[in-house]
């Protein structure tokens, strides 16, 4: 049973949901180690992406996805806007213009969204950002898909290590960002863009009914 369009949009909805609901505490955790706007901006970013598929109808699990790199890179200030905008837009392009996505397809997006993170903001693993998320759920998603695995089980599995990964970024400190301007003082939180990218894949595979 394959991913479509609709399905991308109401696993978005989620992502928008998720993100609200945890919006005081992705500011707290950015609060400690950085600017404290990091709910704020994912919240406004997708609340934006949510309103936009109200309004329009992207017929195509690529095409969705496309849009709401576009709306996220042009509402979201900081470094997230463009770093979740780009990791969407790569994920569109790697599901080119199929009409549904399987658990391979699902898993590809994944990791093309992480490549598209590390182009742009050139993070390593262990640096405490969202790559320290994104970097498992990407193995995880691709054994998961090559167990043959469908979208729902795919997203659960790279949720799962994803929540691990940004788990691990707590006595880390951080290289990257605005919180490597705190150095030795940015260990002992969470990085919130690892949170956030958590959340997004627990709702994203919630959505898919993983
Ligand atoms: P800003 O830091 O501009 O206020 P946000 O608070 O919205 O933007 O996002 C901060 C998050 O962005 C960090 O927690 C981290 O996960 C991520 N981040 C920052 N710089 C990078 C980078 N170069 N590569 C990957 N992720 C990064
Ligand atoms: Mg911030
Ligand atoms: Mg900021």
Known sequence: MGCTAQDVIAALRAGAATVTEHRDELIELDR?????????????????V???????????PGAVLKLCATVLISTVGGASGPLYGTAF???AAAVSDAPELDGTAVAKAVQAGLEGVVARGRAEVGDKT??????????????????GEGPA??????????????????PLVARKGRASYLGERSAGHIDPGARSTALLLSAFAEAAGG
């Open 153 to 170: 089980k795919v997203l659960a599995a790279a949720a799962e290590a994803a929540h691990q990964g940004a788990q691990a970024t707590e």
């Open 50 to 60: 949510a309103a936009k598929m109200d309004t329009s109808a992207p017929e195509t």
């Open 89 to 91: 837009l790569r994920a």
């Open 32 to 48: 400690v180690i950085g600017d404290a706007d990091h709910g704020e901006n994912m919240a406004r970013g997708f609340r934006a």
């Open 130 to 147: 969202m790559v320290d998320a994104l970097t498992p759920a990407v193995e995880a998603a691709k054994n998961a898909a090559e167990s």
